[in-house]
């Protein structure tokens, strides 16, 4: 069955360092997203990204945040400077079409570490 | 606004008992419903959906029924099994200009041998 695939799966980074991470959603979906879930909490919405924009983000998705599709097959998240409440699992996510009923598929997260 | 509503966990059953977890929403429109399950040190994975009032969505033994009148999508299974043990996620899925997911709090399972 096709999946969701995220690089790293486990990330140490030093506050103030930039991260990316990285993607690779389903082949013929076209609609991407990334979540977070903060240690024991809820998953949360961050970006909505269709025709190599954003097309939806919460008001966690500040300038420090940024996603992009750099070719025909990634989708990154891009923290410039982490803060230490950065530290979570970030899903990606995505979907065939936006319609009611429609399915997101998440990959299996990367877990983002800031010290 | 949006909002999903589960009862809070740990909720801890002996094998083959019959599980319940509760899911209210809160929704402008007609959301999708769904049901995800997060095993320890894996990702999000989708357990069952429905997507209009009275549909039953259902999986590996587990169903939940989408019931409009009360606004909710519990979460049932006949008899748990220890592999059962992970952390239950309940969803809407809404077009609002965009499209996204919203989830509950989560609620952790506990299957005893």
């Known amino acids: 069955e096709p999946e969701v695939t995220q690089t790293p799966s486990h990330q140490v980074t030093q506050m103030g360092q930039e991260v990316i991470l990285r993607c690779v959603p389903i082949s013929n979906h076209l609609y991407f997203y990334w979540y977070r879930q903060i240690l024991g909490q809820k998953v949360e919405f961050l970006v909505s990204?269709?025709?190599?924009?954003?097309?939806?983000k919460s008001e966690i998705f500040d300038d420090q945040f940024s996603v992009e599709r750099p070719d025909g097959s990634n989708f990154t998240l891009k923290i410039r400077s982490t803060k230490l409440e950065d530290s979570a699992m970030y899903f990606c996510?995505?979907?065939?079409?936006?319609?009611?009923?429609?399915?997101?598929?998440f990959g299996e997260g990367s877990w983002l570490t800031v010290v | 606004g949006n909002s999903v509503t589960q009862m809070e966990g740990p909720v801890t059953l002996s094998e083959e008992a019959f599980l319940t977890i509760n899911c209210t929403y809160t929704?402008?429109?007609?959301?999708?419903l769904f049901w995800y399950v997060q095993y320890p040190g894996e990702g999000l994975q989708l357990l069952l959906k429905a997507t209009k009032a009275d549909d039953k969505g259902s999986n590996k033994g587990f169903e939940a029924t989408y019931r409009k009148e009360t606004t909710s999508f519990h979460l049932e299974k006949g008899s748990v099994q220890v592999s059962d043990s992970a952390v239950y996620f309940c969803?809407?899925?809404?077009?609002?200009?965009?499209?996204?997911?919203?989830f509950g709090a989560g609620t952790r399972l506990f299957v005893k041998a």
């Open positions: 969803a809407l899925s809404l077009l609002t200009g965009g499209f996204k997911t919203i």
């Open positions: 996510a995505s979907s065939e079409e936006v319609a009611s009923g429609n399915t997101i598929y």
């Open positions: 929704a402008t429109g007609y959301p999708s």
């Open positions: 990204f269709y025709n190599n924009e954003i097309s939806e």
